[in-house]
């Protein structure tokens, strides 16, 4: 094996949040902020203090009267505390496209697409050396977060208040905990309601840090989370649409947040996965959230995560169902006992990994809830086995499909065996495409003529992104594909062991002249690679447009009749 020594590991806080790291004026200034008030520094490990977290996990901002701090809709990850001015926020879907503008992103071109066909040969996982000077610096949070829009210098604050209902924060309140800790796109478009208004950004490593060394802090956040996040998840959900928010809001003070499962389940799922008994395994698992014959005592919204909906056949479990943010579980069974009918549940309700719910009490469903609602919202027909998409979609593709948490796949790459003829046409395209470097394998589990691929699926709850101490695999803000920052990777494998699907690979790079790279202690050097949708080709995953035979397919798996189609 060829070797080249070349200090080319990247290491955690060679790239900061901020551009610089805070200075000790800045970092005193934070810590003094009441959401610091009860954390003890000394509770810190040495490597990892609480100085230097405020110093490298944030930065400060200074924002005009009208400037878009943060768009609904779009992915993010940070946290932010005023420390001086304040900002307006608007929930209306308007305000994004018309008023907040459209933020300039970098596309794929022409150019890059087919430079890429007359590329000269690169050895597999080539990089070129990198620099480290102060000309060359930059921080993550200017790749991420910084917002640029089109169009748009500043918003006329007081027409946005005639025009729109809005909320406001003030020093030395926070925001933007709920994208945050739960991976989801914002909920709210913010503006800066004064000029001048200073922010302290936080990256979603330093809260999650934080929070874990500091129980002060998690209670504090989680909650914030909870205060505000009960009224924003009930009114995004459309079973909610008919309500008023004077209702709604009373509805919220007497709903139950609730979570179940294990926050850190991949790793036990992988092992028992494996196994040749998995189908009992797998669902043994699961925490029973609710078992069928229960008295119904609430409706259940899935806040986040994933749910299984099963039934008893003889001594077992036949799954019947899944269920994912904004699903909810029980509504039949209250509409029917409203009518008369039985008051237990006809099925059970398991958490598929990790699952956030938010439950409802029975009373005010029928209060508030029930009368007026569309009775499209109604499935009293899949509770009783005979909805036309369980006709399609065999029990054992279900099964197939739940047990392996492939429901969590939003583009899932799916290969009909029945037209697959092994030509690797897919795997050559996503090389030519990767600078010769596929970064998939055309293998996996199967059931039938399905097989899923071992290739990034971008989640929609990515857990790889949980454990990453730099932020390097991220989503992107606007379409939520998972992506990772080559330049700061530092090698921990912490997403490739996290990732339930082994879907991310750890890799040894190389020199232009194709030698493996050593660090200065004469280690080899690893990243972290996976399928990016080849964000940057105008085509589109460059596997599924060279496969002849229409035998590849990206897709979200819980769109379960567009799968069963194309399969048959």
């Known amino acids: 094996m060829s070797l080249e020594q070349r200090d080319e590991r990247n290491r955690r806080w060679d790239t900061t949040f901020g551009e610089e790291p805070l200075d000790s004026a800045a970092v005193a200034r934070v810590l003094a902020l009441p959401a610091f008030a009860d954390v003890q520094a000394d509770s810190f490990p040495a490597h990892l203090s609480l100085e230097a977290l405020i110093a490298n996990e944030g930065r400060i901002r200074t924002c005009k009267r009208g400037e878009v701090i943060l768009r609904q809709g779009d992915y993010g990850n940070s946290l932010f505390i005023i420390l001086s001015g304040s900002v307006i926020g608007v929930n ?9 503008g459209r933020r300039s992103k970098k596309t794929a071109s022409w150019k890059r697409s087919l430079a890429q066909l007359f590329a000269a040969y690169r050895p597999p ?29 500043a918003v006329d604050v007081d027409e946005l208040q005639v025009r729109y209902t809005t909320f406001s924060f003030e020093a030395p309140q926070m925001f933007g905990e709920l994208a945050a800790l739960t991976r989801s796109p914002r909920s709210a478009t913010i503006f800066a309601a004064e000029d001048d208004t200073l922010l302290f950004e936080m990256s979603w490593q330093g809260l999650r840090e934080i929070r874990d060394w500091s ?14 996040g009960l009224v924003i998840r009930l009114r995004e959900c459309p079973v909610f649409d008919h309500v008023d928010d004077e209702t709604l809001d009373k509805i919220a003070k007497e ?55 099963s039934q008893r056949v003889d001594h077992g479990e036949r799954t019947i169902g899944h269920l994912s943010k904004n699903d909810f579980f029980g509504l039949d069974d209250i509409f029917v006992a409203n009518k008369g009918g039985g008051t237990s549940l006809r099925s059970s309700l398991r ?26 919202f109604l499935r009293l027909s899949d509770v009783d086995g005979g909805s036309v998409e369980r006709e399609e979609l065999k029990q054992g593709m279900m099964d197939f499909l739940v047990d392996h948490r492939f429901i969590n796949g939003e583009q899932a790459m799916v290969i009909n065996l029945d037209r697959c003829v092994g030509c690797d046409d897919c795997v050559r395209a996503c090389a030519v495409a990767h600078d010769n470097n596929p970064r998939f394998v055309r293998a996996g589990p199967a059931y039938e003529n399905a097989l899923v691929a071992n290739a990034c699926m971008h989640c929609t709850d990515p857990v790889c992104l949980i454990g990453c101490p730099t932020g390097a695999i991220h989503r992107s803000w606007d379409t939520g594909t998972v992506v990772i920052n ?13 990732c339930p699907y082994n879907n991310i690979q750890m890799v040894e790079i190389r020199g232009e002249s194709g030698d493996f790279l050593l660090d200065l202690e004469g280690k080899t050097i690893a990243r972290a690679t996976k399928c990016d949708l080849c964000s940057d080709q105008l085509t589109g995953p460059a596997c599924v447009q060279a496969c002849p035979h229409d035998a590849l397919m990206r897709t979200n798996i819980r769109d379960t009749d567009n799968l069963v189609k194309w399969l048959r």
């Open 92 to 100: 209306d879907p308007d305000v994004t496209g018309k008023t907040a």
């Open 125 to 153: 996982e080539y990089r070129r050396a990198r620099s480290l000077g102060a000309n060359d610096r930059r921080s993550r949070g200017a790749a991420g977060n910084t917002y640029q829009f089109e169009g748009i210098t």
């Open 215 to 228: 129980e002060s802090f998690r209670q504090q956040i989680d909650s914030l989370y909870h205060e505000r």
């Open 255 to 309: 709903a139950l947040f609730e979570t179940y499962g294990n926050f850190n389940w991949t790793h036990r799922f992988k092992r028992e996965i494996g196994k040749s008994d998995k189908a009992d395994t797998i669902i043994g698992l699961e925490t029973l959230i609710c078992e069928e014959g229960d008295h119904v005592d609430g409706l259940l919204l899935i806040n986040n995560g994933f749910a299984r909906v």
């Open 351 to 376: 958490a598929i990994g990790y699952v956030d719910v938010i439950r409802i009490p029975t009373y005010l469903v029928h209060e508030h809830i029930l009368p007026g609602l569309n009775a499209g």
């Open 486 to 498: 080559d330049n700061t990777c530092i090698g921990c494998a912490t997403c490739a062991n996290s």
